[in-house]
Structure formats: C-alpha cells, structure tokens
C-alpha cells in the first residue's frame, strides 16, 4: 500500500502530475558577497534590515550593578577610545548580518596572542584594545573536533595576515565571533564557522518591493496622456513635408494649450454619429490602489527581515485604535531576549576581561542588566510609581512594630526604585543632604513645648496674621553674606586678583525681583536652627565673567534653586529667567585669564536670609579692598 504525506484529489488533479505545484523546489543559491554589500551600500531597505536590529540591541546598552566606585571603573574601561565596546559591538553585529560573520579580537596584556588565556591571570589594566574583523579579513586552522574540550567547534588558531605579509596567530580565547544566520545543517556546511547573510532569505522581498516602487515612479509620467483621433492619418505621414506640416502642427497647438489652456482641433464640434473631423479625449491612469500595493510588499519585506512594519518604516499604522504600540512593544520584548539569551553569552569573555582590567580583580558580586529599550509615558509611570508607593505602605504596615521588614529597608529600597524609573531623579542625594521623615521628626518634649508656645500665643498668631495681610507689596531682594568670606579672599588672592569685594559685601543673591510682591508670603526658609547654610566642599564649580565685568564663583546648590522657585511662586519676577547661585568675588579682574584660575572647592557657609527692596544705586556703592 502507498502512504502520501499530502492531500491528493485526482478529479481536480490536486497532489497528482497535473498539479503545477508539484514542480516546485526550493533552491540554495548564495548571493555574491558583491552583491551584498552593493546592496546594504545602495538600497535602503537592505540597509535597514542589516542595521536595524543591531543598533536597537546596542542603543540602550546595559547597567552594571556594583558599588558607584566599580560602576565607574567598569564603564570607564567600556568607554575608552581603543575599546569602545558599545560601539565595537554594533559595527560587527552589522558586518556579520552583512556578510555572515565577524570577529572581535581582545587585545589583552597577558601572555602571547597564540597562547590560551587564562582569565585568572588578567590583572587591572591589561585589556588594551577591541579591535573588529570581517569574515574575509581573517582565516583559521583546523575546526577543533574535541568533544570534551571548551572550543568545540570553533578553529583550533586564527591567522590574521598583515599587509606586510606577516601572520598573526591568535588563540579562541581571545577572540569572540558573531555569526549571521546560523546553518543548522552543519553537514552542509561543512568546515565553515561561518553562517549565512541575513539579506540571503530577504532578497527576493526586497527585490519584490524596489521593483513594485520603480515601476510605480515610472507610469507618473504616463499617468495623463493626450489621445488626438484625426481622420486620414496615414494619408498624411505617407508624404515627408505633409508629416513635418502635421509635426508643426501639433506643436504649436501643444503650445496653445499650455499657454492659453486651449486646443484648436478641425471639425463641427459634434459628438456620437454626428462627429466630423479631428476628436481630442485625455487617458488617465488611477493611482488609488497603488499605495496599498506598496504597502503589502514593503510588510513582506519587513516580515522576512523579523522587523515590524512601525519600525521599518518609522510610520504608525493607519486605522482607528491602531498606533503600533502593542507591536513595537512586542518587538522590543524580542530584542530584550535576544541581548539576555544571544549577546550576553558572546560578551561574557569580554566581560570578564573589563571587570579584571577594571578592579584587579572578579567580584562575584558584579552584575549587569540591560537597560529597558521601551520608554513608558507620563501616565504608565505615574501608575507605576502608585503602584510601588502603595507596595511599600502595605509592606511597611500601620507602624505596630509587627512588621516583616523595617522601615528603613523598605524606604532605601523604596528610592532606589524610584530613581532608577527615573519619576523622581536625584532622590537619593536629596535623602541624603535633608535626612528622611524619620530623622526629622520632632521629639516628645519638642512637640510638648510646641504645643504650650502655640497655646501661649495666641492672641499674638491673630494680630500677626492681621498684619500680614495688610503687608505693602514691595520691590524684593534676597541675600545671604558669605560667613566664611575669609577663605573665599585668601583663595583669590592666592589666584592673583590683586582686589576683592569686602568681606562684607560678598553674598549670594537668592531673588531680585523689581516686581512688587507681599514679603509675608515668602515665610522663612530655615536651613539649620540658626538659618545659616551650608554648602559642602566639592560639587560643580566654575568660575565666569558675568555682564559688567563681574567675576564670579557659580556652584550648585539644590536649596538656593528651591527657595528661588518658592519665592517665584509668590509672585517675583528676577530680572534673569535662568538662576544661577554664585558669589561675585570682583569687578577689577585686572590681568588675570580666568580660563586658568583653579575654582575655589572648599565649604561656603551662608548666614541668615536678608529682606530689602531694591537698590537702584547699587552700582555706586561697590568698593574693593
């Protein structure tokens, strides 16, 4: 008995000899590397399907998880000039795409480049160079076939021969290879470590899709046509000078209908039966299925290249509801399995090079994760950002002293989610310069002794707020003096400003406002129980020349910028849009480059706020000691 694996009807002649699909093979034919590369070098759509996935695996990279000190060290390694592995990695991701295969050689200060490495020798500083190689720059020995050894499957040396003729022989060890589409068969390939291009299985939809567009582009100049009938046609162009007439003819009359919008033709005008002469009809070809046409070879083509059409072609579906984000979301769900279960495992000989080259050493401990490649919207984040906030009250719980987890661990925890979601940036160092709730919260006897001053006062509380609302508006201008002002002159001294504002008169200016406002609704922003403030040695600094030839320190300050914001808020308008805290040390810079001047580093202590409207006659008053 004869068993078939396909359906057969031998009335319609489907699965017999009459059927024409019975003809059908599918046949290998590699594509010339030449072609290949004329391809991702002149046509965009094979471009794209080379480039695309490697630059969105690449485009976020990774973040390490270490303390701040090895993150640094780590990434400072990833992003030297000669590694540039974020980099390095895209470009043969592509040319492996491209051609098949690529190599990373890892240029490693430990041992001979022929020599095996052995990872527990690479000391701090040894990775030296990242360097990226085609399939065609390079060739190899022998494919080793130890099933019990580590390289299996790889060649047992690479050659890489110089222009001067020289070879280099390099260990597997020290190189990672990328490969293009995998052969599964490996009886087909043979010895080859190399695979296939990816444009190989997309070139006839490629192919399919610049057709479709160049023959659309070639019928716009047909696509409206003049149709002249004229009686005894052939009569006339038996004779030369009648045909050259009839040319001259048409000419002209081609010229009057472009001028005048007008076409002078012999007959009695009529129509049907009663028609005599010459008749003038205009073709027209419809373009109105052809976008969609288009449309459905370009998503075969983004289908073949495993790329949704929303990123291909950088264009969001038509339709209503439809905005592609369900899909894009989807692909770079796809794209994040790829970078955990294809790129990590290629990088991990690297990664173990850059950790030791790093530190000196391989703490266990260290570990990345790549970063998200979706970006949520303001409302997904303001919903996981409730989410977590409500996650950590019911885990903390009402405070009985039953909980599971302390306060504590559950608020590090708790910010350091927040900053990574990126909701509220630099969290952490506010935490750390204000102290949390916990740390601020008011003692027993203080909340005792608030509570008998509040008791006390008040009929005081009834008059002063009276008096507040009965408050004058008036110019605005706040300041803190420099309590420390003595260092900040000896440090511009040292600098070589022979002259400096006096002790006295440096400051830092928290609002000018020429716009009258209520001094009573700024309230009093108290820093320390003495109102002065602090700020730390360190943190940005830069010395400027500002308008008038003031010289002046700027640093950072999150507390100046706040209060400076309150104060906008009760309605003072500064002179300058952008607030910039800084203490002007000088107007007479006389001949010193302040480009060269060493910003001064140490503590500025601040006194107390001071309230006074403006003085218009500021300028007149400043003296230099």
Not at 245 to 269: I, V
Not at 574 to 590: A, D, F, K, L
Request: proline content about 5%; aromatic content about 8%.
């Amino acid at each position: 008995m004869l068993f078939l694996d396909r359906l057969q009807n031998f009335v319609s002649g489907l699965g017999t000899a009459k059927d024409k699909k019975v003809g059908n093979t599918f046949i290998f034919t590699p594509i010339d590397p030449q072609q290949l590369v004329a391809m991702h070098r002149s046509d965009w759509m094979g471009r794209k399907v080379v480039d695309i996935i490697p630059d969105d695996m690449t485009r976020e990279w990774r973040e390490w998880k270490a303390d701040e000190a090895v993150v640094e060290a780590i990434e400072k390694v990833e992003r030297a000039p000669q590694i540039n592995i974020q980099a390095k990695v895209n470009e043969a991701m592509q040319l492996a795409r491209l051609r098949g295969g690529s190599l990373m050689i890892l240029g490693v200060d430990a041992g001979d480049p022929s020599e095996e490495l052995v990872l527990e020798r690479v000391g701090k500083d040894a990775l030296k160079y990242v360097h990226v190689l085609g399939r065609d720059q390079v060739s190899y020995s022998e494919i080793n076939r130890d099933i019990t050894s580590p390289y299996y499957g790889e060649p047992m040396m690479w050659l890489f021969t110089s222009s001067a003729g020289t070879t280099v022989d390099i260990h597997p060890s020290r190189v990672i290879r990328f490969v293009g589409a995998p052969i599964l068969d490996k009886s087909s390939a043979g010895d080859d470590v190399w695979g296939d291009s990816v444009l190989q299985i997309v070139y006839d939809a490629l192919q399919n899709a610049a057709s479709t567009q160049e023959h659309t582009a070639s019928l716009i100049p047909e696509a409206k046509t003049d149709v002249i009938y004229m009686p005894g046609l052939s009569e006339v162009l038996r004779n030369p000078v009648t045909t050259q007439q009839l040319t001259e003819r048409f000419t002209y009359a081609n010229t009057m209908k472009s001028m005048f919008n007008m076409l002078l033709l012999e007959g009695n005008g009529g129509t049907g039966e009663n028609a005599q002469g010459e008749k003038w009809e205009q073709k027209t070809i419809s373009f109105s299925q052809f976008p969609e046409l288009l449309r459905q070879y370009l998503q075969v083509a983004s289908g073949a290249a495993d790329i949704p059409m929303v990123r291909f072609l950088q264009d969001a579906p038509s339709g209503l509801g439809s905005n592609g984000e369900i899909t894009l979301k989807n692909y770079y769900d796809k794209i994040g399995a790829d970078q955990r279960n294809k790129l990590s495992p290629a990088l991990w000989r690297f990664d173990e090079i850059c950790i030791r080259s790093a530190t000196g050493k391989r703490d266990p401990k260290i570990y990345y994760e790549w970063a998200p490649l979706y970006s949520q919207t303001e409302k997904e984040r303001a919903e996981v950002f409730k989410l977590n906030a409500e996650a950590a009250r019911a885990i903390v719980g009402s405070g009985t002293g039953q909980e599971l987890i302390t306060r504590e661990a559950v608020s590090k925890a708790l910010i350091s989610r927040i900053e990574e979601d990126g909701n509220l940036p630099g969290l952490a160092a506010a935490v750390e310069e204000y102290g949390d709730l916990e740390e601020n919260e008011p003692t027993e006897e203080e909340l005792a002794a608030a509570a008998a001053t509040q008791a006390a006062n008040t009929n005081n509380v009834t008059r002063m707020q009276q008096a507040a609302n009965d408050a004058a508006p008036r110019t605005l201008y706040v300041s803190r003096k420099v309590v420390n002002a003595a260092d900040l002159i000896a440090w511009a001294k040292g600098q070589g400003f022979k002259t400096t504002l006096p002790a006295d008169d440096l400051h830092v200016t928290v609002m000018y406002s020429p716009t009258a406002v209520d001094w009573m609704k700024a309230g009093q922003y108290i820093w320390n129980n003495d109102g002065t403030l602090l700020i730390p040695p360190g943190g940005p600094r830069v010395l400027s020349q500002f308008g008038g030839g003031a010289i002046v320190l700027e640093f950072a300050s999150a507390s100046l910028s706040w209060r400076h914001e309150e104060l906008k808020r009760i309605g003072a308008e500064p002179t300058y849009t952008e607030y910039s805290p800084h203490v002007t040390i000088t107007y007479e810079p006389g001949d010193v480059d302040i480009s060269k001047v060493e910003p001064y580093r140490g503590a500025l202590e601040f006194g107390p706020e001071i309230f006074a409207e403006l003085d218009e006659n500021w300028s007149e008053k400043v003296t230099e000691s």
